[in-house]
């Protein structure tokens, strides 16, 4: 079962690493332990397995497309899956009892999404925005609201979406136009265009609820001037009915991966007869929406790690499979080819996929368990975990995805000229990979966010707290001798980070901002590397601890023993490139020099 991922990977890091009994503890999720939770992720697996993971290809190779009548048609099998999924209640998993939902931990909810997220992607996509657009509506709308749009989302008769972006704004949400009108009725009117809507307007739901940013009239200028609404395309009549609300899509954009999800350009209120309806107060809409994008940037981190994953299991599987060469103290031409599995370059290849999607993963699931703990805890703690969350959430959006998009390439690489060709999926998972560095704000966006808020937040505290947890587990890992070289060298690479700060932020002191940020890129590579080989440092750890403990163990020695010497290769050939992103820093000049324009000619 599962060939796009690996479930006693995934087993090890929810129950061991990352220890989601704990959360078992609390009231609110008292009524789970750990095999009924297993129970519930194999059959999440299984209907990754049955219902999304045969129609990856179908889905690439018979896109969404625009049907030029105001919808896009999907592939059939579309529907069945949002029905299932559904059914199974993996939309609303999250949410509350009295809410609709089974009360998950967020730590489980999304495990149950990594593996659809690993066997058909783009289509996981539709049923992941309905659930974020259903507990954002959940957390600020009024009694109303939520009964009237959340169980239809639930029940996957209804799609949710997110409306953004704006033609002429892009990644710039200060200067959308996109206008509401009051009216004397309660609701608002709106006019105005939206692009790159993921999941907008298609033929496998019958209603769309666009969570949408827009401007009142008279409202200030720049975010502090955007509200949200709940913008139906078919609005509640008086009899039970439903009326065309003027939301029209204009057209599909065609992608060179996620195919089969359709990316629409919605227009609203050409005919002056669009219906909005404010969620909470105005002019805060971006401080809601930011709950949905931020949890949309961790998901995009774990859809990226995810779909990389497929990639490695597809090639592992090529390696063990294809013979070809010889080795190279190998002289005799008549003896058998070996499997590729045995070369050293395929190897490389295979080990540097496995850390990287690993320890992807697992720095998703930190992130879904601090999720919890902030909802769950109060005062200082839940502060300290909303914290830790804010410094997290751009690097593992930006590891995943970026590197993730890397662990694809060299996924093609082992499969050789065969990599390149539709017979095999790996370059449809490379294609479909490249949308996650773009989704909820650029590489380019997330690395500005955490040099320029999330490091200098609270004066430091967040940077703080997350490098007192990398130190804990530095600390623990010496008190094994076989882990103490290799915690040694992360913390290295963690003061490196100090001082590369302790130079930049002299310019931040002197109101040099743009040197400050102009290479905030490379920085979120160097603390990247860091933050995940902090979660190999816990993987081995935990390792060391389990064969320790013989009597308790549920795995192999050699799946433990395979721990470590994965943070030995991540040490060896992925961390050092830290050192070279901190040269980068240091050095001066750089890309605020006056005069560089005029080397693009």
């Given amino acids: 079962m599962a060939r796009f991922t690996d479930m006693q990977f995934i087993r090890f890091l929810l129950f061991e690493v990352h220890r989601a009994e704990e959360l078992f503890q609390y009231p609110r999720f008292s009524h789970l332990d750990e095999e009924q939770v297993w129970m519930i992720l194999e059959s999440a697996a299984k209907l990754a397995e049955q219902e999304l993971f045969p129609f990856l290809k179908e889905m690439d190779e018979q896109p969404a497309r625009y049907d030029g009548k105001g919808g896009v048609r999907t592939h059939p099998q579309l529907k069945r899956i949002i029905q299932k999924t559904a059914e199974q209640q993996w939309i609303g998993a999250y949410a509350g009892f009295d809410e609709g939902g089974m009360q998950l931990p967020e730590l489980v909810y999304n495990t149950g999404h990594h593996f659809f997220q690993a066997a058909n992607n783009g289509v996981e996509g539709y049923t992941g925005l309905s659930a974020g657009a259903a507990g954002l509506i959940l957390s600020f709308g009024s009694k109303e609201q939520i009964d009237t749009y959340v169980p239809k989302i639930f029940s996957g008769e209804w799609q949710g979406t997110m409306a953004l972006t704006e033609p002429q704004a892009g990644s710039s949400l200060s200067d959308i136009t996109t206008a509401a009108k009051p009216t004397a009725n309660g609701h608002y009117l709106v006019k105005g265009q939206k ?28 975010v502090k001037g955007i509200s949200l609404f709940i913008i139906p395309k078919f609005r509640p009549g008086g009899d039970g009915d439903f009326i065309y609300n003027d939301v029209y899509c204009a057209g599909d954009f065609q992608k060179m991966g996620q195919r089969g999800y359709a990316t629409t350009h919605l227009s609203f209120g050409d005919n002056d007869d669009c219906h909005a309806y404010l969620v909470g107060e105005p002019h805060k809409g971006l401080s809601y929406m930011f709950q949905m994008m931020n ?5 995009v981190g774990q859809s990226a790690a995810s779909v990389a ?94 590197q ?11 499969l050789g000229g065969y990599g390149f060709t539709t017979d095999f999926p790996v370059q449809q998972l490379y294609r479909d990979l490249k949308i996650m560095s773009l989704y909820e704000g650029t590489t380019g966006i997330q690395s500005l966010d955490l040099l320029g808020r999330k490091v200098t937040m609270e004066n430091g505290k967040a940077l703080q707290l997350l490098s007192e947890e990398i130190v804990a587990t530095i600390h623990v890992a010496k008190k094994y001798p076989l882990l103490e070289p290799f915690a040694i060298q992360l913390e290295q690479e963690l003061g490196r980070i100090q001082s590369v700060l302790g130079h930049l932020m002299r310019f931040a002191a002197k109101g040099e901002t743009n040197r400050y940020l102009a290479d905030a890129v490379v920085f979120m590579e160097m603390a990247s590397l860091v933050v995940i080989g902090w979660q190999w440092l816990k993987q081995a750890v935990t390792a060391v601890e389990k064969l320790q403990e013989k009597n308790r163990q549920r795995s192999s020695p050699d799946f433990y023993e395979s721990r470590i010497h994965l943070l030995q290769f991540f040490l060896r050939y992925e961390l050092p490139h830290a050192a070279a992103c901190a040269h980068t820093l240091v050095q001066p000049g750089g890309l605020t020099e006056t005069g560089n324009l005029a080397y693009f000619g």
């Fill in 195 to 222: 692009i790159f809507i993921s999941g907008g307007q298609h033929d496998a739901c019958d209603n769309f609820i666009h969570l949408t940013l827009a401007r009142i009239e008279g409202a200030p200028p720049g």
């Fill in 295 to 299: 949890g949309a940037r961790i998901s």
């Fill in 309 to 402: 994953m497929a990639a490695y299991q597809a090639s592992l599987q090529y390696a063990k499979e294809r013979p070809q060469g010889r080795h190279a103290s190998e002289k005799d031409p008549t003896q058998p080819p070996i499997l590729i599995i045995h070369h050293a370059d395929v190897q490389r290849m295979l080990f540097t996929q496995k850390v990287i999607v690993e320890g992807a993963l697992s720095l998703c699931m930190e992130c879904s368990r601090l999720q919890d703990l902030k909802q769950i805890s109060t005062g200082a703690e839940k502060e300290k975990y909303h914290l830790l969350l804010e410094i997290l959430t751009p690097i593992v959006k930006t590891y995943a995805s970026e």
């Fill in 404 to 414: 993730g998009s890397r662990s694809a390439a060299l996924a093609i690489q082992v």
